[in-house]
């Protein structure tokens, strides 16, 4: 079974930073795409960030773009993210997601990790 665990998500003040990482193991296979999304109360969920694995092409959302950073290592399935300059509207359950497989590919999610930006 595929699990993805998420971990770094925690309370900072307007204009700091915060890592994510999202670890995935089981019986995972042919890692097409890893990323991010988000849901912020009362809004629907948005795409934050996403990454080709094979050609390392990246996909931000407008409102992060110049702000957070997508990377992965391949060889222990991970993705992180780099949250940085980080505002109150940033705060939102974020999750990540691993697509996988060949024809059809399986999209898996993590459990999500809450970020919260106050002062």
């Known amino acids: 079974q595929v699990q993805l665990v998420e971990s770094g998500g925690g309370l900072v003040q307007p204009g700091g930073s915060l890592r994510l990482s999202c670890a995935a193991s089981?019986?995972?296979?042919?890692?097409?795409?890893m990323g991010w999304n988000r849901q912020a109360p009362e809004k629907q969920r948005e795409l934050v960030a996403h990454?080709?694995?094979?050609?390392?092409?990246?996909n931000y959302g407008d409102s992060v773009k110049g702000r957070f950073t997508i990377s992965t290592d391949n060889a222990k399935n991970t993705v992180y993210l780099q949250l940085n300059s980080l505002k109150p509207e940033d705060t939102a359950v974020y999750y990540c997601y691993v697509v996988h497989g060949i024809n059809p590919t399986r999209t898996y999610w993590g459990q999500g990790t809450q970020v919260t930006v106050s002062s």
């Open positions: 089981g019986s995972i296979f042919s890692i097409v795409a």
């Open positions: 990454i080709i694995t094979s050609t390392s092409t990246t």
